[in-house]
Nanobody, 115 residues
Framework: QVQFAESGGGLVQPGGSLRLSCAAS????????MSWYRQAPGKERELVASINPAGGIINYADSVNGRFIISRDNAKKTVYLQMNSLKPKDTGVYYC????????WGQGTQVTVSS
C-alpha cells in the first residue's frame, strides 16, 4: 500500500536550515508529481512545494519561495525539502504526498523554529 515516511525535522533557530526527506513506497514513484505540505498549530494543512515526475517543473507557495528547495531522487523513491532562512512562521508538521489527490498521509516530521 501507499506509504510515506518523513524525516529530518527538529528544533532550529530563526535563520537556520533543515533538510527534510520523504521515503515513498507502494507505488511507481517516478510517474507521480510529488509535494510537500505543512500544518501549523491550529491551522489547516497547506501546500508548500511541488515537483513534477522528471523534476523539471517546480512550484512554491509564495511564503517559502526563494528559501525552500524541493528535489527528488526517483531511483531512491525519495523527495527532499531543503529549508533555508527559516522563520518562526515555518513551524509545523511537514508531510510529503501526491500533488494530485493526496492520500495515505504519513506521520509527518515536526519542524520548530524558535530562539
Amino acid at each position: 500500500q501507499v506509504q510515506f515516511a518523513e524525516s529530518g525535522g527538529g528544533l532550529v533557530q530563526p535563520g537556520g536550515s533543515l533538510r527534510l526527506s520523504c521515503a515513498a513506497s507502494g507505488f511507481t514513484f517516478s510517474i507521480f508529481a510529488m509535494s510537500w505540505y505543512r500544518q501549523a498549530p491550529g491551522k489547516e494543512r497547506e501546500l508548500v512545494a511541488s515537483i513534477n515526475p522528471a523534476g523539471g517543473i517546480i512550484n512554491y507557495a509564495d511564503s517559502v519561495n526563494g528559501r525552500f528547495i524541493i528535489s527528488r531522487d526517483n531511483a531512491k523513491k525519495t523527495v527532499y525539502l531543503q529549508m533555508n532562512s527559516l522563520k518562526p512562521k515555518d513551524t509545523g508538521v511537514y508531510y510529503c504526498n501526491f500533488f494530485v489527490t493526496p492520500r495515505s498521509w504519513g506521520q509527518g516530521t515536526q519542524v520548530t523554529v524558535s530562539s
